[in-house]
């Protein structure tokens, strides 16, 4: 007999879930010095008003929920406090702890919009096995003050059920299961654990399935004739249970850590005089290029890191308004940046590192164009000036498409893409001038729905001679509440020949207020 094996099976499949149902108030709470108890909610701003996007223990305990309006909670809760949520910065944390979770496993995904997704096929003995590895993502998150709930299934489904639906005890004591205990286990789980759309949910609750297990109990082709027109996943219960089961594949996007360039110096002695300083960021400068060239991108944000003898860290950061790897550019901004260093007893390293670049097409330089100085950049201009009065102090206005005044203009980086321009209407034509906000001024006229007659402002009345209107413009429905009222504007001119722009807002006995306020908005010409 032939001493030779078979190939030996490739081991089963185990995902690993992390669910961060707390991710947006504990990225709050870190960020504060001093943390007060009591109620407190995260809101977002909608066009019915203020909404809960979060709530801490002492909040849910008051009755606020994720979803409710903040009025509603004021009801229940009258001293409870409020803070702007901040979905971005709950992005850019979770894409960073994916790509830390890497620790666990080969490969990580997103789960948005709280969760982590992590291979830990054949990787278990390596911390003990798998409650042992359970308990390692626990402790390790804990140290982050991150509250979590995590599980290990065959496939992401599963493990996103128990994460979310199941005992953490029977998790632990269930963690090695094999594949084909994991039905029953998954069976007392509520509908809700499938990852369905709320109004799926809504129907499954009619027919009377609560449980995983009681979608078997009606037979597929029942389900089959009810959804067969829902296409998504979410929308579409066997889909999702034939991929909780591991059934049908469930397509998994791992993400991809970026190694940012960088650059550094240690240096044989320290340094402490400014001119040697300049001199090393000159040397980085060039290597920083260099990187990027190879790359074929541009730096828009980098940081650079001076290690002082002590072990003090210093570092001064620059965000640039366009892609770019010129090191005499690089080094002129830094410049300004580096007026207040103190070196102490020397600095022994500098490290520079470009965290945010785009791609930045290489290009043949003219060697007659290069030799001469032909002035400076827009791009360039435009990082000198924000260098020197700060960031964000130089913008530029753009159109936005809105008919109401005051919000068909807004302001953004100076270099930053425009929106395709909306198409203008020649025959509503805006004064030059427009206040910063509307003013409120007093309105004479013969018959509430009128001409004004006179009206008076900033302690002086003014007599109109002409009046050109109205134009009406009626409230955004969609952004408003249901109590806005429409404008009615008027280019008017009083007896010594200056012209303003004026509105009445509402009608009388229009339903939504008593009689009509009246502003002035604009100068004209």
């Keep these: 007999m032939s001493g030779r094996q078979g190939p030996s099976s490739p081991p089963p499949r185990r995902i690993l879930s992390i669910w961060l149902g707390a991710l947006a108030m504990d ?140 005992v953490q005890r029977s998790i632990l004591a269930s963690a090695e299961r094999d594949q084909a205990d994991m039905p029953a286990l998954l069976a007392e789980l509520p509908v809700a654990a499938l990852r369905l759309d709320s109004d799926v949910l809504t129907v499954l609750r009619r027919l009377g399935l609560k449980r995983l297990g009681e979608l078997t109990t009606i037979g597929r082709d029942a389900l089959q004739r009810r959804f067969r027109n829902r296409r998504s996943p979410a929308a579409n219960p066997l889909v999702r249970l034939d991929q909780l089961l591991g059934r049908v594949p469930e397509p998994l996007l791992p993400v991809v850590p970026q190694q940012m360039p960088l650059v550094q110096r240690r240096l044989l002695e320290p340094i402490r005089h400014r001119p040697l300083l300049d001199r090393v960021l000159e040397d980085l400068g060039e290597d920083m290029a260099r990187a990027l060239e190879g790359r074929a991108q541009g730096a828009r944000r980098l940081e650079l890191g001076m290690w002082r003898v002590d072990g003090e860290v210093m570092v001064r950061r620059l965000e640039l308004a366009a892609a770019t790897r010129d090191p005499a550019h690089i080094c002129r901004l830094f410049a300004a940046r580096l007026n207040d260093v103190d070196a102490g007893f020397g600095i022994e ?82 004064p030059l001038k427009l ?68 509105y009445r807002q509402g009608l009388v006995g229009d339903g939504r207020g008593g009689l009509p306020d009246w502003y002035l908005q604009g100068l004209c010409a």
């Excluded at 409120?440 to 013969?446: D, E, K, N, S």
Aim: hydrophobic share 45%; with cysteine.
């Design 435 to 502: 206040l910063d906000r509307p003013e409120r001024i007093a309105v004479l006229y013969a018959t509430p729905d009128g001409y004004p007659q006179r009206f008076r402002w900033r302690g002086g009345v003014h007599d109109v001679a002409r009046v050109e209107g109205p134009e009406r413009i009626a409230p955004e429905w969609w952004r408003e509440r249901g109590a806005a009222r429409l404008r009615d504007y008027y280019r008017i001119e009083d007896r010594e020949g200056r012209r303003y722009w004026i």
């Design 27 to 166: 990225r709050w709470h870190s960020a504060q010095e001093q943390v007060e108890d009591g109620p407190l909610v995260l809101i977002a701003d909608t066009a019915h008003g203020p909404r809960i996007e979060a709530a801490n223990a002492a909040g849910r305990a008051a009755g606020a929920r994720a979803g409710m309006m903040l009025a509603d909670a004021r009801t229940l809760c009258p001293a409870i406090r409020t803070a702007p949520s901040d979905p971005a910065g709950d992005r850019a944390l979770l894409e960073k702890l994916a790509e830390w979770a890497i620790r666990w496993g080969p490969w990580s995904a997103l789960d948005p919009p709280d969760g982590l997704l992590v291979d830990v096929t054949a990787v278990a003995h390596l911390f003990g096995g798998e409650p042992q590895l359970l308990e390692d993502v626990a402790a390790a998150f804990a140290r982050r003050h991150l509250t979590i709930r995590a599980a290990i299934a065959p496939t992401a489904g599963a493990a996103w059920a128990l994460a979310h639906f199941g």
């Design 349 to 430: 390293m500098l490290r520079l590192r470009a965290s945010w670049a785009e791609p930045l097409a290489l290009g043949q330089q003219d060697l007659e164009a290069a030799a001469e100085q032909h002035g400076t950049s827009l791009a360039a201009c435009i990082d000198r000036l924000s260098v020197r009065l700060g960031e964000g102090a130089v913008t530029r206005p753009v159109l936005h498409p809105s008919h109401i005044p005051e919000r068909a203009q807004r302001w953004q980086p100076p270099l930053a893409a425009q929106a395709p321009a909306q198409a203008e209407l020649a025959f509503h034509q805006r």
